[in-house]
């Protein structure tokens, strides 16, 4: 009999029913319910009922006993199981907090990472645009010096050296730099091609045929080289022509209003060699 405080008995009784238990109802999905329904007699007696009751009953009673028992004498284990469950579920809150923690520094890392990021690049690309502009500032000046000294070596009949310089700036100013709205005026200025240097060659050829007989060969030879490099010395054989005509008729005019006794300053002055060309 049970020990009235205690869930301890007579243990060979309660194996002796555990033992006669049939193996289906310790299976979970066996419906208990519907095998003692189906296993009624068809004729029932309240006494039956009873005695049935009764049998299930300590059949429930032994199983409850029984895991009772184990229960207690398994108490440490089950002890020291719950501990290491309440260990990990503190474990496991303690890496939830960590994680969220740890995606908040991310976060914060990231967000500032990124910012400063951004800022370097800015500046980088702030400072390489200025010095794009000051690199830019810098030829543009160049190209205005190297005008200043095509003209300086134009004026000073230097053509080889004044083409060279021409042919640079015009490679520039219509190549790499042609976007340049304030070279827009050198380009109009340089944008007749060679037509100034073609011009004041002309000028000195016809210089040159004047002062026949003296023959000056070096600069004779520059300009023939000159019209060489510009690609039109086959229009060489033209220019002589027309300049030695018109230096032959402005000789001619010179000499027949000395004759008619005007001052050589009135026929300098109004038919000099390049006053009748102008």
Avoid: W
Wanted: with cysteine; net charge positive; proline share 1%.
């Amino acid at each position: 009999k049970r020990i009235k405080g205690s869930v301890r008995r007579n243990d060979e009784h309660d194996e002796k029913l555990l033992a006669e238990l049939k193996e289906d109802f310790k299976d979970p999905n066996f419906n208990s319910e519907l095998y003692v329904m189906q296993e009624l007699p068809s004729e029932l007696s309240m006494d039956y009922l009873l005695d049935q009751s009764q049998v299930y009953k300590e059949y429930c009673d032994a199983v409850e006993r029984a895991f009772k028992k184990k229960l207690l004498d398994n108490s440490y284990s089950f002890i020291v199981g719950m501990q290491h469950i309440q260990d990990v579920k503190l474990d496991l809150h303690l890496t939830n907090v960590l994680c969220v923690n740890s995606r908040r520094s991310l976060r914060d890392a990231n967000k500032t990472l990124t910012h400063t990021c951004f800022a370097v690049l800015s500046r980088y690309q702030h400072r390489k645009r200025l010095m794009h502009c000051m690199r830019t500032l810098q030829q543009v000046q160049r190209l205005k010096d190297a005008e200043h000294e095509f003209h300086k070596h134009l004026n000073g009949n230097e053509f080889l050296r004044a083409i060279a310089i021409h042919s640079d700036i015009c490679d520039k100013i219509f190549g790499a730099y042609a976007r340049i709205d304030c070279l827009a005026l050198m380009r109009k200025r340089f944008g007749d091609g060679t037509k100034l240097i073609t011009s004041r060659l002309s000028r000195q050829l016809l210089s040159l045929i004047a002062e026949a007989p003296n023959r000056n060969i070096k600069q004779l030879n520059m300009i023939f080289e000159s019209f060489h490099q510009l690609g039109e010395f086959h229009a060489i054989n033209g220019l002589l022509e027309e300049s030695c005509s018109r230096v032959l008729t402005v000789r001619c005019t010179q000499i027949i209003c000395k004759h008619l006794g005007h001052a050589p300053a009135f026929i300098e002055r109004n038919y000099g060699l390049f006053t009748m060309l102008d």
